[in-house]
């Protein structure tokens, strides 16, 4: 968003890292958590299509994720919580206890998103969302810094024929799993 604005490619290293290092992110916790950039509040706005294919471009840059790794760390021991990302128990927080890697089918995903998409009134097309979205896998899967990966440590839930009370039961029962 942030590069967005100050009309800085997303692949300009130098440049982003002077951006990552002078902006001012925070989030704001709770049932609706909430972004800010400098003050401004960009929740609704960071999960537009175009803005999420840009932040996995930014964010493969490596001074910009040692930026964003340091912020989350952060956000994490002063918060605490739940926390979501594609490397937030690899590389954020590894040495967290209760790790969970969430997938499903690329076609439930993009569905998923699709309808997401839809019921905020922004249009969108079926073919392109999941294009996107195997886009975004793959260069978060391949990025040299901190890729998407799932290592033994985690606990995967197929959360394509689930519903999210399924999803919850199936964490729930894990961390009491691991607590007996």
């Known amino acids: 968003m942030a590069a967005r604005r100050a009309a800085i490619p997303t692949r300009d290293e130098s440049g982003l890292e002077s951006l ?3 902006v001012r992110i925070e989030f704001i916790p ?3 958590g909430r972004a800010l950039l ?3 509040d960009i929740t609704s706005l960071i999960r ?3 803005i999420s294919m840009a932040a996995s471009d930014v964010s493969a840059v490596p001074a910009v994720r040692r930026v964003l790794v340091r912020l989350q760390q952060e956000l994490g021991r002063r918060d605490g919580g739940v926390l979501e990302g594609r490397d937030i128990g690899t590389k954020v927080f590894p040495e967290t206890p209760y790790k969970f890697f969430l997938t ?3 076609e439930v995903r993009a569905e ?3 309808r ?3 019921d905020k009134g922004q249009p969108a097309d079926f073919a392109t969302v999941l294009a996107e979205a195997t886009a975004r896998d793959e260069q978060d899967s391949t990025r040299a810094d901190s890729p998407l990966t799932c290592d033994a440590s985690y606990t995967i839930v197929d959360t394509s024929d689930l519903t999210i009370d399924g999803v919850v039961r199936r964490i729930v029962d894990a961390v009491r799993a691991r607590q007996e």
């Open 116 to 118: 997401e998409l839809l």
């Open 20 to 22: 990552a290092n002078g």
């Open 38 to 40: 400098d003050g401004e």
């Open 30 to 32: 709770g049932e609706s």
């Open 48 to 50: 537009t299509p175009d």
């Open 112 to 114: 998923r998103r699709y």
């Open 104 to 106: 499903a089918r690329p």
